[in-house]
């Protein structure tokens, strides 16, 4: 009995030298171009925007999380709403020039036409399938918002009244992304299955997921092709813009742990994907090798989203209070 708890005891830790071999095999970047960033709330950040001058921004998320900047994102102020008794969690927010929309649970939606000075509240039809989820500012007046349900409208009246783009729900989603061209990508709760809407079309379109591995999100690419995220650190690439042709599957670090949450394009070759833990990793040629930034793995927070506004200017939201803002400079210096 002894004799085969201590084989018990040999194998294991020879899977965990295994396990650790693996991950070990991921190259450093050797530079680290995001510094850390700790701000005044245990909140999960979901979203951040700007106005049209690159320096004054907002950064929502859990616990009605609302937050100021007014230099470009390096030093950040709480602004508290009075929004009576309910437990808000923000999940989008957008601007175009001076006009911004706020959207979150339960179901909420804010608007503003002088940068934030003053929020509105935009009362939502008890009707409304589900909660908004995320919204897109398009031009004066104007926005597209998607709730939790994949129902999705349109104003053009700041809020007053919305156009159905859509007639059918796509269910409980996960995650819900949306193209530059307007078309989008749901993953179902569950990650069993995934749907795509384009504009002019009035239901979405239902896909079986690419491998026996459940879903965790999925997004465009700069060429407007898909990508998705799996569980056990899955990546994959559409080779076109149909929805159902995919490259080969990715493991960027091979047997890691922890889930891959977000993944985004600062240029049209260089990929950045964010994960659990602190996890960190950059590709510079498409996604075809992968480097590990591995100044950043005693970040105590899960990396949710990855934001990108423009090639030198970028965040990557966390939890606790804790985000990362994007300084090539430095990181060359």
């Known amino acids: 009995m002894k004799l085969l708890t201590k084989l018990k005891q040999i194998v294991t830790l020879l899977a965990i030298a295994l396990l650790c071999l693996s991950c070990s095999q991921v ?9 850390v960033l700790r701000l005044p709330t245990e909140a999960a950040f979901s979203d951040i925007a700007f106005t049209e001058d690159g320096q004054h921004g907002w950064l929502v998320g859990s616990r009605a999380a609302l937050l100021e ?9 709480e602004r508290p709403l ?12 957008a601007f175009a020039g001076q ?25 939502l039809s008890d009707k409304l399938p589900g909660a908004p989820y995320d919204i897109v500012a ?6 597209e918002m998607v709730t939790d349900l994949g129902a999705i409208y349109k104003t053009a009246d700041g809020g007053l009244t919305w156009k159905a783009l859509v007639e059918g729900a796509v269910g409980v989603a996960r995650t819900i992304s949306r193209g530059q061209d307007g078309r989008y990508v749901a993953v179902s709760a569950r990650g069993n299955f995934y749907s795509t809407w384009e504009p002019g079309q009035t239901e979405w379109t239902p896909h079986q997921r690419t491998s026996s591995r459940r ?21 994959q690439f559409s080779d076109s813009l149909a929805e159902d042709s995919w490259d080969e599957v990715i493991y960027p670090e091979l047997s890691a742990s922890w889930g891959l949450l977000d993944l985004a394009y600062r240029t049209p070759e260089e990929i950045w994907v964010a994960g659990g833990s602190g996890n960190l990793l950059i590709s510079r040629d498409g996604g075809k090798t992968w480097e590990k930034d591995r100044a950043v793995e005693s970040v105590a927070s899960n990396f949710y989203k990855i934001v ?10 966390g939890q606790r209070g804790t985000i990362l803002k994007y300084e090539p400079d430095s990181a060359a210096a």
Request: proline share 3%.
């Open 27 to 35: 190259p450093s970047t050797g530079e680290n171009p995001w510094r």
């Open 69 to 77: 900047t007014f230099d470009g994102g390096d030093t950040w102020q």
């Open 82 to 93: 009075e929004l009576g008794e309910e437990k808000v969690t923000f999940t989008g927010v």
């Open 99 to 123: 006009e911004g929309w706020i959207v979150g649970k339960p179901s909420i939606l804010l608007h503003t036409d002088d940068g934030g000075a003053q929020w509105t509240r935009i009362a």
């Open 138 to 143: 398009l031009g004066r007046q104007s926005a």
């Open 215 to 235: 879903l965790q999100t999925m997004g465009f690419g700069k060429d407007g092709n898909l990508w998705l995220l799996a569980r056990g650190g899955q990546i």
């Open 308 to 317: 990108f506004l423009g090639t030198q200017k970028g965040f990557i939201l």
